[in-house]
């Protein structure tokens, strides 16, 4: 047990009971760690969970002895450092989540690696946080990392950064040297809230965590130095803006339906606060009711506000499925296909533009492609360059297009619903995270449609009109095409020349422009040959590539379904409801 957890319970008339009610009423701040590799990061959290009594005390045992420090001396890094691969190479990889406590505040911190190739995981910890702890070696001086960490702080609207000057006791603790360095850290957080938009209010404080100067105590070391000590700032830095007071926002996880008589909507608040009798509407059909009841494990609620879970039942029957948005009919959010984006690209495999991907917003997964991009951001000097695509832990900004209609804010106004995953389908991994920082109107008119679904509506929804692509040569390549065309997100279904059903008739290929076609898919009319080229056709446009060279085979296909019209074409976006 942690020793100021025994140092409560051991205070006579202090039950249990009154220490878990104390602990709750603390309101709780969460705040990441950023620094480049070796400015003692590491040591800083593990100095910081030391002085505040926050580790177990055989987990200090265990330490005693170890690590780099002199003899006598405690590594702190290895409190926070659990990996054996991080140990071994003296640098944090993972993004580590620690709780401690003190007499006034709790505190998660999310410890987050300084190596570049791990600035996804930084964007990460970062994504939920009040505040920023920022580390800088005073022998160093501002590096890009330091940059780097702070432009990604001010893209999350992290607002408050505490810039923790460190190893101070290794230049003598020199006023000027600290002085420089906060001259120019301040410029580059004036650049950065200059090319965000997202201004940072910066405090800097001198210390040095192996020593444990102005962590969790003042020293005596820097008599120049009157401000707080670093526990002292993370104790009064102010939290997130109040989500209670926001505008309600209730993404949609599950449909509850127990037996007939109930019908509820079960998530999670991401803002604003709900009561039996507001009015709401559904995004992003449209449609509206009341809230009913409030409903919980413990009984019905007569308020709820984030991030409370709650089951909501309305006064009618609305149909409301998994990714949904529920949201204040005074205020609602944006219904939009195309939005405009700062990314953080977290891949080793480059973004292509007009890729397939899926984009997970809240509870609710769309289709969607990157239509362009409009620059890309050189952390090293903080100026925009043309771009196009976005390499591994770059950053940069994007358009998006929504294959789906979906319901938006802005992240400026509402980080939780502002805010996106880019997802691989081929992989299923994370391969970016996104801020909303505009939105295109879109006008749902879904509702209230009747008779037959047109090829427009089609092509609405799946991303690419219908057609017939006529393919002749090597099967291994013909099925690379096939392949690519899948990952890309076209619905093509394969009919063989072989099938005595097609023969030579081109009445079957007129049967399948009017009804295969229609239906939205591409039909790949499909005749393998044993030469070396493949012929390719679609609608008046028509190609010969060399069958040797698959990757350019397939990029010719590619290029020639979008001069089809086929498939979509940069800006290509006039079939939209």
Request: hydrophobic fraction near 40%; glycine fraction near 8%; charged fraction near 25%.
């Amino acid at each position: 047990m942690a020793a100021s957890t025994i140092s409560n319970l051991a205070t006579p008339g202090f039950s249990i009971d009154e220490f878990l009610q104390q602990e709750r009423e603390k309101d709780l701040l969460r705040f990441s760690t950023a620094g480049s590799v070796d400015d003692g990061k590491s040591t800083l959290i593990g100095r910081l969970l030391y002085d505040t009594q926050s580790v177990y005390e055989d987990q200090v045992r265990s330490i005693e002895g170890k690590g780099t420090t002199a003899p006598g001396q405690i590594d702190f890094a290895l409190l926070t450092d659990g990996l054996r691969a991080e140990r071994e190479q003296g640098i944090t990889i993972d993004v580590a989540y620690r709780y401690f406590s003190t007499a006034r505040r709790k505190f998660i911190i999310a410890d987050t690696p300084g190596h570049e190739q791990y600035t996804r995981n930084m964007a990460t910890g970062a994504s939920t946080a009040d505040a920023a702890v920022v580390l800088i070696d005073a022998a160093k001086g501002v590096l890009v990392q330091s940059r780097r960490h702070a432009y990604i702080a001010s893209l999350l609207r992290v607002r408050h950064v505490l810039v923790a000057v460190n190893k101070m006791d290794l230049i003598g603790y020199d006023e000027a040297a600290f002085r420089a360095i906060e001259r120019d850290f301040s410029l580059v957080l004036e650049q950065i809230a200059a090319d965000t938009g997202n201004p940072v209010e910066a405090i800097f404080v001198p210390v040095s965590a192996l020593v444990g100067d102005n962590i969790v105590h003042k020293t005596d070391a820097m008599p120049w130095y009157g401000g707080p000590s670093l526990l002292e700032l993370l104790e009064s830095a102010p939290t997130s803006l109040d989500t209670r007071t926001a505008p309600f926002r209730f993404p949609v996880q599950r449909v509850l339906r127990p037996d007939h008589t109930f019908r509820g909507f079960a998530g999670q608040i991401a803002s604003g606060t709900v009561r039996p009798g507001d009015r709401i509407t559904v995004l992003p059909s449209g449609r509206s009711a009341e809230i009913e009841r409030i409903v919980t494990w413990d009984g019905d609620l007569a308020e709820a506000y984030a991030p409370r879970s709650v089951t909501l039942v309305l006064n009618e029957e609305v149909d409301i499925s998994r990714g949904d948005l529920i949201v204040s009919a005074g205020s609602p959010a944006t219904v939009a296909k195309r939005v405009k984006a700062a990314l953080v690209w977290m891949d080793q495999r480059p973004l292509e533009r007009n890729r397939r991907y899926l984009l997970k917003h809240t509870s609710h997964t769309a289709p969607a492609f990157v239509s362009s991009i409009e620059h890309r951001t050189d952390i090293g000097n903080l100026s925009r360059e043309p771009a196009e695509t976005l390499e591994m832990n770059g950053i940069g900004v994007v358009n998006i297009t929504l294959l789906r209609p979906m319901a938006l804010d802005l992240y400026r106004e509402n980080r939780s619903t502002g805010a996106f995953i880019l997802i691989d389908p081929e992989t299923n991994g994370t391969v970016a995270a996104g801020m909303v920082t505009a939105i295109s109107d879109h006008r749902v008119t879904g509702t209230g449609l009747s008779g037959p679904v047109t090829a427009r509506e089609r092509a609405a929804r799946w991303g690419h009109r219908g057609g017939v692509l006529e393919l002749n040569g090597p099967a291994e390549v013909i099925d690379q095409i096939e392949r690519s065309l899948f990952l890309h997100g076209v619905i093509t279904v394969r009919v063989e020349a072989a099938d005595a059903s097609f023969g030579a008739d081109t009445a079957v290929l007129d049967l399948l422009e009017k009804s295969v076609a229609e239906s939205g898919l591409v039909a790949l009319a499909v005749t393998p040959t044993d030469g070396d080229t493949l012929k390719a056709r679609a609608k008046n446009e028509q190609i010969t590539l060399d069958a040797y060279d698959s990757v350019r085979a397939v990029s010719g296909i590619n290029e020639l379904l979008e001069r089809a019209g086929i498939v979509i074409s940069h800006g290509n976006l006039d079939w939209e409801i």
